[in-house]
């Protein structure tokens, strides 16, 4: 929107108070006033609160980070949850609620907590407050993620809205109960699945994704992922943004037999080493935090990180704190996507720990390689669904 440029013509006298005693601005005879954009200077405006905050240590309201990072039409922040990036968290209005969602390309469910749920379970959440006359009759849903957490619930159907993109009547899946895990993170009030429509749990018909439910009327039939590394970034729906990214996108296609955005990786090189022709299977993730990857490889890896091992008692790879991993590479199409060594030190084991936990784990016992927050927070990635879908890579 351009600004717009008003001349007014007039001759007012301002009266300014400074302090008690009113000053008295001479009477300009012509002037000009330019308009800064009303939401520029909003945004201006949640940006220095968000810095006073920031310069205090207050803890900064989500909604004041939401108003901050707001993007152009189609793009919706993408805001850590903690100073780890353990989740990112995206304002997704439904019907007249906006509640903050969990973004995750590796599931394919919109449910959120709701008013069906027992109070106890509501505290310090923004929840969907069901509306009787949308349910969808007969529809349930149950989903458990890799970690064992899970929620269950009925399902709705009602206005959905993500970055100023409207789904008028999106599968709204509303929790009647919700695991230990998600009552305890009292940011998260639920997940916005951005993977294949086909894993979505509603019985006894499966429900399309927002994604899917508003394809067809986005410019292109794509979203395009930019997590940051300990900052906020973005879900793009429907464009590329060419400022979010250097260099050219490599695009591969996707393996979609599982419903997620699944490719094959070609190869790895650690640090500055020769490259090794391997080939993964690896599915991209938001949802996940971590990157898990080929026993051999993360084996390799940490021989090259001092102090590192492999600690059952802190449940993966952990390493010194002071250390800073080498960077690591894996080749997809062909070209060479680099994980700076920096993000790989993702968190104390625990707090105050200065043993430090590995962002790259070993995929033992998942079935395939997972590229999680860990590796998405330098990259922008195309997720584009044509006829024969593909996901695309670029560096930040
Ligand atoms: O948490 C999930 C996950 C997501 C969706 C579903 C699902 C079941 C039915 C529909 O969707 N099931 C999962 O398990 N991970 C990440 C993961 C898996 C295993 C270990 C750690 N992390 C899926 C994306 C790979």
């Known amino acids: 929107m351009p600004s717009i440029i008003n001349t ?63 993007g152009p039409n189609g793009s919706a922040p993408a805001v850590p949850g903690d100073a780890y990036d353990s989740l990112y968290l995206t304002p997704v209005t439904i019907a007249n609620t906006t509640v903050q969602l969990d973004a995750d390309t590796g599931s394919a469910d919109l449910w959120v907590f709701s008013s069906l749920q027992a109070s106890s379970q509501l505290t310090g959440h923004d929840y969907y407050k069901v509306d009787a ?136 090189a650690i640090g500055s080493g020769a490259t090794t022709k391997s080939s993964i299977d690896a599915i991209a993730d938001t949802g996940t935090t971590l990157a898990y990857l080929p026993s051999t490889l993360v084996s390799a890896y940490y021989k090259q990180v001092t102090g590192a091992k492999n600690s059952a008692q802190d449940g993966g790879y952990v390493f010194p704190c002071s250390t800073t991993p080498p960077d690591l590479s894996i080749v997809i199409g062909g070209v060479k996507q680099t994980i700076p060594g920096k993000h790989i030190n993702y968190a104390p084991v625990t707090t105050g720990s200065t043993t430090c936990f590995g962002g790259v784990q070993d995929n033992t016992g998942i079935g395939f390689s997972i590229l999680g927050d860990i590796f998405l927070k330098s990259k922008y990635v195309i997720h584009e669904a044509k006829d024969t879908p593909r996901i695309g890579f670029a560096q930040q």
Do not use: C
């Open 8 to 70: 007014l013509t007039a001759a007012v006298a301002f009266v300014g108070v400074v302090g008690a005693t009113p000053v008295e601005i001479p009477k300009p005879k012509h002037f000009t006033i330019k308009q800064v954009e009303r939401s520029q200077f909003l945004r201006n405006g949640a940006q220095s609160k968000v810095k006073t905050f920031r310069k205090y240590g207050a803890k900064i309201p989500l909604s004041l980070l939401n108003a901050a990072y707001a």
């Open 133 to 268: 006359s949308k349910k969808v009759q007969g529809a349930s849903w149950r989903i458990t993620y890799g970690d064992g957490s899970g929620a269950a619930g009925t399902v709705y159907a009602d206005k959905v809205v993500v970055g100023g993109v409207t789904a008028t009547s999106q599968a709204v899946e509303a929790a009647t109960s919700v695991s230990a895990q998600f009552q305890q993170d009292r940011d998260t009030d639920g997940l916005l699945g951005l993977a294949f429509s086909s894993i979505n749990t509603v019985k006894p018909t499966p429900q399309k994704t927002f994604f899917d439910t508003v394809k067809a009327s986005l410019p292109e039939p794509l979203f395009s992922v930019n997590l940051k590394y300990h900052a906020a970034g973005s879900y793009d729906f429907g464009f590329i943004d060419k400022a979010k990214y250097t260099g050219d996108i490599t695009y591969v296609d996707v393996i979609t037999k599982n419903g997620f955005w699944e490719f094959t990786v070609d190869g790895y």
